[in-house]
């Protein structure tokens, strides 16, 4: 196994999604290898600390400010323009590891939030925010250029917290569809599924199926296209079906989703 590979199956590693015979691998390499003994410490690390990082509970004055904030926003926009993001704790391993790294980068930005307010009135202007939101995306884009796998993580959930135009869209859709990690691509349409009103990424969606060739990834598309009941998408099912190389599972998970969408 090469080591990007080896790297890629550390997440599962610590999470006790191997089999015993890729786990006993993964520490036969481990005992000869000191960078990716590392790199599992490191990451050892960052999913012990989320476990165990205690919930902050701000002043009342803190939060009434705040309150008083969103309120004001909400106000001048009518209520129009007003984005509520809802988080639901997944509860298989690899995702709740994602769902951990989206809950670091939240806290991250309450940080900065609160350091620069704590003990005074809240000033928190438009610009600040639209600040914020640019050094955001800059450190996406460049992190999905990282080499390691959980650098490119990150930077797909790091899209959760900006608009998605465009840019954002490609960057996530290219992902998907040609990140030599398997974990990467799924947190890419995952990401992507968040931003299903979007006709374009729905086409993008269908279109990935017919270029995928990991039953994982397959199987993962073929439900999140069916949760979007995107009728498009029967075209690409029928396609999947027909094909000799489709296995099985995929298959028949197609065909549930015709059935499904019919």
Do not use: W
């Amino acid at each position: 196994m090469k080591f990007q590979e080896l790297e890629n199956k550390l997440i599962d590693y610590l999470d006790d999604a191997l089999t015993q015979e890729q786990r006993l691998e993964i520490e036969q390499q481990l005992e000869s290898s000191a960078e990716l003994h590392q790199i599992l410490d490191e990451l050892r690390t960052v999913m012990n600390g989320m476990e165990t990082t205690e919930e902050f509970q701000p002043s009342s004055n803190l939060k009434n400010n705040f309150d008083q904030f969103l309120q004001k926003e909400i106000s001048k926009q009518g209520g129009r323009d007003a984005n509520v993001v809802e988080f639901k704790k997944p509860n298989s391993g690899y995702k709740r590891f994602l769902f951990q790294i989206a809950v670091a980068a939240a806290i991250l930005i309450m940080g900065v939030f609160i350091g620069k307010n704590l003990g005074g009135e809240l000033q928190v202007t438009p610009g600040d925010i639209a600040d914020l939101e640019k050094k955001m995306r800059t450190e996406m884009l460049e992190l999905l250029e990282d080499n390691s796998t959980s650098g490119r993580i990150k930077a797909v959930n790091i899209s959760y917290e900006l608009q998605p135009d465009d840019e954002i869209v490609d960057a996530l859709i290219q992902s998907m569809n040609i990140d030599k990690s398997t974990n990467v691509r799924i947190a890419a349409m995952e990401a992507l599924s968040h931003f299903g009103d979007d006709p374009k990424v729905r086409t993008a969606l269908c279109k990935s199926l017919a270029v995928q060739s990991n039953q994982l990834i397959q199987l993962s598309l073929i439900k999140i296209l069916i949760n979007l009941k995107e009728k498009q998408a029967i075209e690409y099912f029928e396609k999947i079906i027909e094909k000799e190389s489709t296995t099985p599972e995929v298959r028949d998970e197609a065909q549930m989703g015709i059935f499904k969408m019919m």
